[in-house]
Structures are given as structure tokens and as C-alpha cells.
Nanobody, 112 residues
């Protein structure tokens, strides 16, 4: 059974940094595109960043230059490094593997 577990969320001040991790079990992530999505209160879930099996990355315009997605296939983990965080980055962040597999999310709150 495939399971994705996000971690690393929390409360951070504007301008701060966080690193989110997505640990996969039940299947190797190597052949899959991995993605991070987020859902803010009252809003639809939106794409944050993706990384293909070959390492090509793509970002939402709102996070370009501030967030970096990466993967460690040996550890079966995807990462999202976030810096220069803004209050509008506050959301539940979800990890996605391929087309079908989702984690349960981790809450990121950016507030002073």
C-alpha cells in the first residue's frame, strides 16, 4: 500500500524558511513525477512545484525564486525548501506522487 507522509510544517515569521519533506513507502518514487500542492483556507488546491523523474522542475509563478523542489530517490523522499515566506504562503501543503497518490498534508502558517 502506497503511503506519503509530509512533515516539516509549522509556524514561521514572514521572511523565514521551512523545509518540507515527503516520505514515500510502498512504492519507489524513482519513476514518478513528484509534486507539492497547497490549499489555503477557502481556496482551491493549487500546484506549487513539480519535479519529473529526470529532475526537470516547474514552479508556480508565485513561488519562483523562493521555493526549491528536489528529490532523493535513494531515500524515497521529495523535498520542498521554502524561503522568504510570506503570509500568503499559509496553507496546508500536500505531496503528490504520479497521478494518483496524495499525502495527508502538513500545515504551514506564516505569521508574525
Amino acid at each position: 500500500q502506497v503511503q506519503l507522509v509530509e512533515s516539516g510544517g509549522g509556524l514561521v515569521q514572514p521572511g523565514g524558511s521551512l523545509r518540507l519533506s515527503c516520505a514515500a513507502s510502498g512504492r519507489k518514487i524513482g519513476i514518478y513525477t513528484m509534486g507539492w500542492y497547497r490549499q489555503a483556507p477557502g481556496k482551491q488546491r493549487e500546484l506549487v512545484a513539480t519535479i519529473t523523474s529526470g529532475g526537470r522542475t516547474d514552479y508556480a509563478d508565485s513561488v519562483k525564486g523562493r521555493f526549491t523542489i528536489s528529490r532523493d530517490n535513494a531515500k524515497n523522499t521529495a523535498l520542498l525548501q521554502m524561503k522568504s515566506l510570506k503570509p500568503e504562503d499559509t496553507a496546508v501543503y500536500y505531496c503528490k506522487m504520479g497521478l494518483s497518490y496524495w499525502g495527508n498534508g502538513t500545515l504551514v502558517t506564516v505569521s508574525s
